[in-house]
């Protein structure tokens, strides 16, 4: 069996349009843990976003893993040990919020259990992010003052143009200190430094003892590239951003046409 681990992008990629797991896609995927097989579900959501699925597919059963916040988290899911965890820079966290909100149409937010703690104004943006983890918005007076825990990753929900400036801006400021790029067209993720999918999964591979040859990594996001570029089989779904296409080695069916199970069926049955 040449390929070990299947990993999965969530939203744009696991889930269809409607943010399910098609039945057909979750009975390929409970069959193949029980194969042998190790599942990893890879997102930018917070860790409160991904468990639900993570349990629908019983991978506390069969020992996968979760990487949250796009890796600044790697969680097992039958013991629920923490693999792997970075947090922001205290630091960084009060001058970055500054310079966000002298960006017009621009939130900024983070997670803290059930809820995305709102520093700016929630916006249709700040409320896409809420339906998609299923989590409530609670607007804060002073948010980095609020945000007295460790911070695994900071969001800037806003509109497109207005975010490419902004990261442009940010990635200046804090170039060497922090990783920032766009998971979504309205998404601007304010990442540790280093810290992307391909560098946390890396760190998974080191504990299981398996290497990148032996790694499906499908995905259709800005945020999917690095893993599917690092992958031994680095797949894009049809709906994938172009850049992600261009980088894959195999194309599947889009997440509306069961992509994933396409992918099982061909190179992990």
Request: hydrophobic share 40%; with cysteine; net charge negative.
């Amino acid at each position: 069996m040449k390929y070990q681990i299947l990993v999965l992008d969530l939203d744009g990629t696991l889930t269809n349009s409607k943010k399910e797991i098609t039945e057909p896609t979750r009975q390929a995927l409970i069959e193949i843990q029980k194969s042998g097989r190790i599942v990893v579900l890879a997102s930018g959501r917070p860790i409160n976003g991904v468990a639900p699925l993570a349990k629908h597919l019983h991978m506390d059963e069969y020992g996968g893993y979760m990487l949250s916040f796009n890796g600044a988290r790697i969680t097992c899911c039958s013991t629920g040990e923490i693999v792997y965890d970075r947090a922001l820079p205290p630091s960084v966290i009060r001058p970055v919020f500054e310079t966000v909100r002298s960006y017009p149409d621009v939130d900024i937010v983070t997670y803290a259990g059930p809820e995305i703690l709102s520093g700016i104004r929630p916006n249709q943006y700040t409320e896409k992010e809420a339906a998609i983890n299923r989590m409530t918005v609670r607007l804060v007076d002073d948010f980095p003052a609020a945000l007295t825990f460790p911070v695994n990753k900071m969001l800037v929900p806003g509109d497109p143009a207005t975010l490419d400036v902004l990261m442009e801006h940010l990635k200046k400021q804090y170039h060497g200190l922090l990783n920032i790029y766009k998971s979504e067209p309205y998404f601007l993720e304010i990442m540790p430094q280093n810290i992307d999918k391909a560098y946390s999964l890396r760190k998974l591979l080191d504990t299981l003892r398996l290497n990148a040859d032996q790694m499906i990594c499908c995905g259709d996001g800005f945020n999917d590239l690095s893993m599917i570029e690092y992958a031994g089989l680095g797949v894009a779904m049809a709906n994938a951003q172009p850049v992600v296409k261009e980088a894959a080695d195999f194309i599947t069916y889009s997440n509306d046409e069961d992509g994933v199970l396409h992918v099982i069926d061909l190179f992990l049955r």
